[in-house]
Nanobody, 116 residues
């Protein structure tokens, strides 16, 4: 069984930074990619960033380019999301997602609040 576990989010002031981490555990993991999505109150879940396990190619939503950076630790089956220059509109529950050869899996989500 695959488990996806996000680190705790938090409260950050506008302009501040926060780093989210996500760990995947399970037997015989064969990861294709890992990604972050987010869902703000009253809105649909939206894509934030993805990194492919082979080649480390990363893609970003337009609204986070140059502010967020996704990276991976393949040895630990972890992905990180470094978020800089945070804005109030970045407030959301952030979800980690992975696609493996056995299927796709979601984490429980972690709250990020950007407010003064």
């Amino acid at each position: 069984q695959v488990q996806v576990t996000e680190s705790r989010g938090g409260l950050v002031q506008p302009g501040g930074s926060l780093r989210l981490s996500c760990a995947i555990s399970g037997r015989s993991l064969s990861i294709n990619d890992m990604a972050w999505f987010r869902q703000a109150p009253g809105k649909e879940r939206e894509f934030v960033a993805r990194i492919y396990w082979s080649g480390s190619i990363s893609v970003y939503a337009d609204f986070v380019k140059a502010r967020f950076t996704i990276s991976k630790d393949a040895a630990e089956n972890m992905v990180h999301l470094q978020m800089n220059s945070l804005k109030p509109e970045d407030t959301a529950v952030y979800y980690c997602h992975t696609r493996t050869q056995s299927g796709q899996y979601w984490g429980q989500g972690t709250q990020v609040t950007v407010s003064s």
